[in-house]
């Protein structure tokens, strides 16, 4: 069974940092996409980054230079640290897995909450 589990969220202050943590299990995250999504209630989710199974990473531009995605193949885990955050990055962040064989096939997590608020 996959599943994915992300921790990490919570309240913090403009400029401060938070570390985002997505395990997988039932699937390796290091041989598949990944990549990380954040949404507002009531708005579009809107990507954040994304790390290949050649470690080649992309970020929305909203969030580059602040934002840093890597993973932990031993313990199977992704990780989104979050640096100089702001007030419009407040939002629920979301884990997702793309399985590329044998067909195209993604994996949510539950997500967790951001707020960064004074």
């Known amino acids: 069974q996959v599943q994915l589990v992300e921790s990490g969220g919570g309240l913090v202050q403009p400029g401060g940092s938070l570390r985002l943590s997505c395990a997988a299990s039932?699937?390796?995250?290091?041989?598949?996409?990944m990549r990380w999504y954040r949404q507002v209630l009531g708005k579009q989710r809107e990507f954040v980054a994304t790390?290949?199974?050649?470690?080649?990473?992309n970020y929305a531009d909203s969030v580059k230079g602040r934002f840093t995605i890597s993973r932990d193949n031993a313990k199977n885990t992704v990780y989104l640290q979050m640096n100089s955050l702001k007030p419009e990055d407040t939002a629920v962040y979301y884990c997702?897995?793309?399985?590329?064989?044998?067909?195209?096939?993604?994996?949510w997590g539950q997500g967790t909450q951001v707020t960064v608020s004074s």
């Open positions: 997702d897995l793309v399985r590329a064989s044998p067909t195209n096939i993604n994996y």
């Open positions: 790390i290949t199974s050649r470690a080649i990473t």
């Open positions: 039932g699937i390796s995250a290091s041989i598949n996409v």
